[in-house]
């Protein structure tokens, strides 16, 4: 006669719950991963959107600092003294590039920095010294208006310390909400400057 033989292994139930233990621990390692994922997504975001503005705070700044300077050590009037801030979202300003020491300023040395159309542009040439693009008013965009919006540009210019305070915000286009605001207070170096 046979004996019996007891078979090994799992039963159906035993093997279900390991399944149903399996997924729901493969659930939440998927919900960690997507969530580290997405975590790491915003964080560029905002790397990418610190980095613009950073560059154009940097530039701006950098560039405002030379506002006013004239190769001249004659005494007189210094014409590259007249700053215009009376624009919003504008700022106009010259200086000796070319250490001419000139008693005028040539259209070569008039700068300025714009926010139109949710970029910031800086004035590169032209005869037209005004804040309205055109053509005879070359302004340069400075930020890419496919990656960030500008949605606001301001001077405060302060003539009892020879101070500028600039303030950029900005958004990314396709993420409006990784936001950022800079301020940076300027000293401007070649004073006393004239605003206007």
């Known amino acids: 006669m046979l004996k019996p033989t007891r ?31 997405r975590s790491n997504s915003d964080t560029l975001k905002a790397i990418r959107l610190n980095q613009e503005m ?9 560039e405002l600092r030379r506002a006013g300077y004239w190769a ?4 007189g009037t ?3 003294q007249t700053m215009t801030t009376s624009t919003a979202g504008c700022v106009l300003y010259s200086y000796d590039r070319n250490a001419t020491a000139s008693a005028t300023v040539p259209s070569d040395v008039q ?10 542009y800086m004035r590169s040439s032209g005869s037209s010294y005004t804040c309205t693009p ?24 302060s003539s009892a ?15 409006s909400e990784v936001r950022q605001t800079l301020t940076e207070t300027v000293k401007l170096e070649n004073g006393p400057l004239t605003f206007n």
Do not use: C, H
């Open 161 to 175: 310390s020879g101070t500028i305070a600039i303030t950029l915000v900005g958004e990314l286009k396709n993420a």
């Open 72 to 75: 001249s050590t004659a005494s």
């Open 7 to 37: 078979q090994r292994g799992f039963t159906l139930i035993e093997l279900m719950v390991a399944l149903v233990i399996g997924l729901i621990l493969m659930l939440g390692l998927t919900t960690f991963l997507i969530n580290n994922i």
């Open 134 to 157: 055109g053509a005879n008013n070359v302004w340069e965009a400075v930020t890419d208006d496919n990656v960030t919006n500008i949605s606001a540009l301001s001077f405060v210019p």
């Open 54 to 62: 950073r560059a154009t705070m940097m530039l701006m700044s950098r």
């Open 78 to 80: 210094n014409p590259f």
């Open 111 to 120: 700068y300025g920095f714009l926010r139109a159309s949710g970029a910031v």
